[in-house]
């Protein structure tokens, strides 16, 4: 397992088509890549989270193009998928008293690595349990 903290961009856009689509089109005109990302939604509008190989240009070419973008710090975790490891992290979390506000993972496979992507109560003390498994392991 490997952690790193990462700059996480969210941008609230409309739920219609097409606002995806543009969007992502400013993104690549701008050579932004997409290291991560989510979006939910409601009946109005959706909120497009993301980390990128290049933060602050991501966030620049979105506000030039009337975007308003809210920056996070996220924790970037890779591990081997494997049963249990989610109920795992969020014990050990949950013991050290901090919250899981929300959280994005991709697998390619069973068994394969993942990464999963968590905004937390408190990012510092997260890496300190993060720490303290790795030096457990």
Do not use: W
């Not at 506000?63 to 920056?71: H, I, S």
């Amino acid at each position: 397992m490997k952690y790193e903290i990462k700059t996480q961009l969210s941008v609230a856009i409309e739920n219609t088509p097409g606002a995806i689509a543009k969007l992502s089109d400013t993104l690549a005109a701008h050579d932004v890549s997409l290291n991560a990302l989510t979006v939910s939604e409601n009946e109005e509008q959706g909120k497009f989270r993301f980390t990128a190989c290049d933060p602050v240009a991501a966030k620049r070419s979105l506000e030039e193009n009337g975007y308003r973008v809210e920056v996070d710090e996220v924790l970037s975790i890779r591990l081997t998928d494997s049963k249990g490891r989610l109920a795992f992290l969020a014990n050990a979390f949950s013991e050290s008293g901090i919250n899981i506000d929300y959280m994005y993972a991709s697998v390619s496979e069973e068994g394969s690595g993942s990464r999963l992507i968590l905004k937390v109560s408190n990012i510092h003390l997260a890496t300190h349990v993060l720490e303290e498994i790795l030096v457990a392991a």
